[in-house]
């Protein structure tokens, strides 16, 4: 007997953790005020590049002393950059507890060759805060976008160190509350929780990282698209609209629309309070669900973004094939698009809930999951 289709379905099914969810009243026609073909040095070029920066300042509360800059290769060319610009001055640690944490251990150990004491959770978990001395630089996600865990809050962080904290928060701006007293180096990309086009980055540096950049320099060569200073000194263009390399426009555009749908929906209040029910509704239907569970152990580090699930019904045999066959069914039936698990992560499901994404198209969606569940069972 074949099982019963629910009567609704999501009006837009995009639940991928990157590029995530347009915000809902884009349109393309919205992009026909992009300077295009223009210089991105031209007046009206600085000009939505500077809008973009102080657009983004305004939006998180980011201090007026901290430094904020448009970068490419998006939130890797971020984190990159201040790898490569400031390690290499005192110890290092470095903190993971998913993949891409964990993807900047081996550059910094491997690549950079970097004295550091690796502290490496097991996905699900967080590391043991108790043990990091933030005396050293510190390196850590503040969201673990493959493995849904995320910090709680900064409190672990002292105002007093004498380390840099540098952290990636690319799954976390725009829908978590960073702590930017606690945090001297924080990259992301607007392709993440504001939805916007690829291949930005950005990177906003407290007076202390600036310090570091203005009197440290590395043993090591350094790429242009790397270099934040010259002559000892921070380039402030990078900082008010001009970019190391031409940026898209066209992006750049789409951006300043995100950001002025952010304003619309309350800001940084708001935009949390949408990931928060987002992924509350999540949460309640598989802590209902004997088959299904949050990849996350402790409730408090549950991420409100990238919500990371793995089936643990005993009837499944291959957790891998199965959750893939979950996934293409829902795909097939066109109710939720891209929500594999990441390829290095444990088999599950990863649902993205961040600010973009409609509560009405979550709470559609979500009967269609224990469909294709139960279909897949059936198949076995």
């Known amino acids: 007997m074949a099982l019963q289709k629910p009567a609704t379905r ?5 639940f991928s953790s990157g590029p995530c969810a347009k915000y809902p009243s884009f ?9 295009l073909g223009r210089s991105h040095r031209a007046g009206v070029g600085k000009d939505k590049l500077k809008a973009a920066i102080e657009g983004t300042r305004e939006i998180l509360g980011i201090p007026a002393d901290y430094k904020i800059g448009i970068v ?34 081996t550059d910094v150990v491997k690549q950079l060759k970097i004295e550091a004491d690796s502290k490496i959770a097991d996905y699900g978990d967080i590391v043991d805060f108790a043990t990091v001395d933030f005396n050293n630089d510190v390196v850590f996600t503040w969201n673990g976008t493959t493995s849904g865990v995320r910090m709680p809050n900064g409190d672990v962080i002292p105002a007093d160190r004498e380390g840099l904290t540098i952290c990636d928060a690319t799954s976390a701006a725009f829908a978590q509350d960073l702590p930017w007293d606690k945090l001297d180096v924080t990259t992301f990309s607007w392709q993440k929780v504001l939805g916007g086009e690829a291949a930005h980055g950005v990177i906003v540096l407290s007076p202390r990282a600036v310090e570091r950049l203005e009197t440290y320099t590395p043993a090591w060569p350094l790429p242009k698209i790397f270099r934040m200073t010259k002559g000892g000194k921070l380039i ?18 789409d951006y300043l629309y995100a950001l002025e749908w952010a304003r619309s929906v309350g800001g940084l209040k708001g935009l949390i309070a949408r990931a928060d029910a987002n992924a509350k509704a999540v949460w309640d239907f598989v802590d209902a669900k004997p088959w299904i ?26 957790g891998a094939a199965f959750a893939k066959k979950v996934a293409k069914l829902l795909e097939t039936e066109g ?18 809930c961040g600010g973009t994404v409609e509560a009405e198209d979550l709470a559609a969606m979500l009967p269609w999951l224990e469909f294709a569940f139960e279909t897949a069972i059936a198949e076995k």
């Open 236 to 253: 402030e263009g990078i900082f008010t609209g001009a970019t190391i390399n031409t940026p898209s426009m066209l992006c750049v555009e």
């Open 10 to 14: 999501p009006a837009n099914p995009r």
């Open 27 to 35: 349109s393309l026609d919205k992009l026909a005020s992009a300077p």
């Open 335 to 352: 109710v939720a698009l891209d929500i594999g698990g990441y390829r290095d992560a444990p088999a599950g499901l990863r649902i993205w």
């Open 72 to 105: 490419p290769a998006s939130d890797t060319g971020a984190v990159e950059m201040a790898l490569w610009s400031l390690l290499g001055a005192r110890k290092v640690e470095m903190l993971a507890w998913e993949s891409f944490g964990a993807g900047w251990v």
């Open 293 to 318: 569970a949050n990849l996350a152990n402790d409730p408090v580090t549950r991420s409100n973004t990238s919500v990371c699930l793995k089936f643990t019904d005993a009837r499944i045999t291959d």
